[in-house]
Every structure is written in C-alpha cells, then in structure tokens.
DNA sequence: TGTGAAATCAAACGATCGTTTGAGCATACG
DNA sequence: CGTATGCTCAAACGATCGTTTGATTTCACA
C-alpha cells in the first residue's frame, strides 16, 4: 500500500501530458502506462476506468487552482476600493502559477481540451465541481461593472474565458527572453491578459 | 459519376456534424457513413483515408470563410477613415454568416476542435492553406493601433482570436429571443463581439 | 517468521477501429 | 448491343482499443 500512492500519482502526471499532447480519446491506456513506466492493468485497479481517470486528472488539479482562486477573492471580495484589475487578477494570476510550478504546464491545455469537448458527462462534472467558483467570480464582476445588464455581463465573461483558456493552453504564448527571470515573466505575462480582459469587460 | 458529387456532399456534411458532436477521432467512419446513409468503403474510396476526409471537411467552409473575411477587408483597406471596427466586421461578420447559412453552424465546432488539438499536421495544414489571411488582418490591425508594439499586437490579435472562436463554437451564445428576427439577433450578436475586441485591442 | 491483504504482472478477452478486397451494379459511349 | 468506367456493396483484414483474469510478488503486522 505504500507504492500504491507512487503508482497512482505517476498514472496521474503521464496522463496529464498525454491527455494534453493527444486528447482523451487519442492517448491509449497502453501509451500512458508505458510513459508511466507502470503495468497496464494499474489504471483499471487504481482508477477503475479510464474515464475516472480522466476526472481524476482534473480533480488533482482543479481543487488547488480553485482553493487559491477563492483565497485570492476572499482577500478583495470585502474591500470597497478593490478594482476590476484586482478581481481579474485573483481569476487569472493562480492560473498561471499553477501552469508553471507543480508541473501543471500541461493541465491548461487539457482544459482547454475539455472545453472544446462537447461531451456532456465531462460538461456537467466541470460544472458541478466548478460552477460556484464562477458564480462567486461573476457577482464581484457585476458589483465592479453595474452599467452592464446581466445578460451583457455573462456575454463579456465568457469572451474573457475564452480569451484566457485559448491564451493559458500555451498557443500564442510569447516565449520568455533569456534576459528576464521566469517571475517577471509571468508578472508580465499577467499583466497582458489582465489589462486586456479588463478594457474587453468595461467596454461602453 | 453523378451521384458521386452527392455522396461525397452527403459524407462531408455528415462528418462535420459528428467531428463536431464527437471529436476527431471520436468519430468513427461507421457512425459517419451510417448517418450519410453510404457505404462504409464509400470515404477511402471517394477521400483516400480519414485523414484526408478532415481535411476536405476544413477545405470545403475555410474555402469560401476565407475569400468572404478577404473580400470584406479589401473595401476597407484602401480606405484612409476605415476604422478598428470596420476591420473587426469584416474578420467576424463573415464567420457568423457562415455560422447561420449554409448550414455550417457546426463547422466553428469544428474549428474550435482544431485549436484544441496540437497535432502537428492538421496545425500545419491551416497554416498552410490559411495563414496569407491572417496576415492580412494583421497589418490591418497595426494600421489601426499604431501605438502597439508588434509583440503587444500578437498578443491581443491572439486573444480576440481565442475571444471569438470559443464564443461562435457556440459555447456561451445567447439564445436568439422570439421577437427578434434572425438578420437582427446576428447583427446583435456582432455588435457584441466587436464592442468587446475592438476594446480589448486597443486598450493603454 | 508466518500470514493475509495489497499491489503488480503477463496474458488474454471481445469489441471496434481504419482500411482493403473483389464481386456486383449502374450508366454512358462505341 | 456490348463493353468499359465509375460507383456501391458486403465481407473480411490486421491492428489496437479498454477491460478482465488469475497467478505472482511485495510487504506490514501478528
């Protein structure tokens, strides 16, 4: 029971890269195990099914992007003075944290993956285990942009999400020069989408 | 050789619907020639392999996408008053034409599926066939927003790109209200858009 | 140290995949 | 009319898919 964990979190990140690089339906249980360097039949007997361990990969992942997301409104959700840049930033800064600690590069590409997916089951489990976490976001939108009728205010939304997934799965990323530190890049970085979702948002 | 033009029709439009509804390779050249109402042996024969049948299926919308987004620009290129909008319309009114005729509503599904997926050779195919365009609206745009950077304009030429295709895949789009005519709820639906590009590009 | 549960393993299961084959059908032309 | 050509068809090909099985190994604990 020991190496269990092991075995299970290297299922875990071999799927992560490889649901990235082909899909879900294009990454066979036999390519992964191999990259995992662990026996085919490790996936059934930890997992279950090769769908559970699709839900797991967003699990692992999710449930710490979401913590620090909620974290990071709570600390502005309260002030009177927070501006549209603060709350853009506690929605896009743990993001980009997590594409580039914890080996999650490759996860905003498999949501983006997923987003494209119309797959009905994998929707709804996004939405169960995600949908609050853009339902808190939305109302600090609202309270920061109160010329926007609701049905405008979801509109604009969903054009920064899709701005943001399609810039975070690794697209267009600009490369980082080799003369500024891999902090200031992301600062920078965050600072790009942040000043354009915010003028995209608050548009007349 | 007559009913050929209307297999091959009746096979592209069929795959368009499941590539969007399942995905590349989530669909099957079964499931495809069941809902064609062909035969099986009737894709290798008539596009020489699956990967050649999504090609087509991007040729046949990208095709006329393209020569209507290129047509547009062109009466606005010339013009020393034509604005960040003006150029804006021309890259989004076409796709939502596309969108709500010729029965390619599916094929931004399809399109958003593409992005998603990094596979080198469908990436390179677009590029390919598709790139001169994207050029085109590029040095429209630096025309438009001198006081960006060339590095700043990739970006936010990126986003709006991002913007634009996860809306028109159809993710978020508002449902059109009963009182509102099609030809009105369209050119609603671009205004949306625009609005929110042309901010989001020409941001400080 | 002996024991039982947990974990790993090679092998095989039936199903489905894209593709190929060769016979049969249609139609246009000499 | 005979024939050549383009097309459709059922059937089968080998490969690969996710999953299951039963034996074997590992290892904590009595």
Redesign the pocket.
């Known amino acids: 029971?020991?190496?269990?964990a092991?075995?299970k979190e290297r299922i875990l990140t071999a799927a992560e890269a490889l649901f990235a690089q082909r899909g879900f339906?294009g990454?066979?249980?036999?390519?992964l195990t191999a990259a995992a360097g662990?026996?085919?039949?490790?996936?059934?007997?930890?997992f279950?099914?090769?769908?559970n361990l699709v839900e797991e990969v967003f699990k692992r992942r999710l449930d710490q992007l979401n913590a620090r997301r909620l974290a990071a409104l709570r600390l502005i959700s309260g002030q009177p003075d927070a501006t549209l840049e603060d709350v853009l930033g506690a929605f896009i800064r743990p993001a980009l944290d997590l594409s580039h600690d914890g080996g999650g590069g490759l996860f905003m590409r498999v949501l983006a993956r997923a987003f494209a997916e119309h797959d009905d089951s994998l929707r709804k489990f996004l939405s169960d285990n995600y949908g609050h976490v853009m339902r808190q976001f939305t109302t600090e939108f609202a309270r920061m942009l109160p010329h926007l009728s609701k049905e405008e205010l979801y509109w604009r939304i969903d054009l920064v999400t899709g701005a943001l997934t399609h810039a975070m799965s690794g697209f267009g990323i600009i490369q980082r020069k080799s003369d500024v530190s891999e902090v200031t890049h992301r600062e920078q970085t965050a600072a790009h989408l942040i000043r354009f979702a915010a003028a995209g948002l608050s548009a007349p």
């Not at 029971?1 to 269990?4: G, I």
């Not at 990454?27 to 390519?31: D, V």
């Not at 662990?38 to 930890?46: F, G, I, K, T």
């Open positions: 029971m020991n190496s269990s092991n075995t339906e990454a066979s249980l036999r390519q662990v026996n085919l039949a490790a996936v059934n007997y930890h279950g099914s090769k769908d």
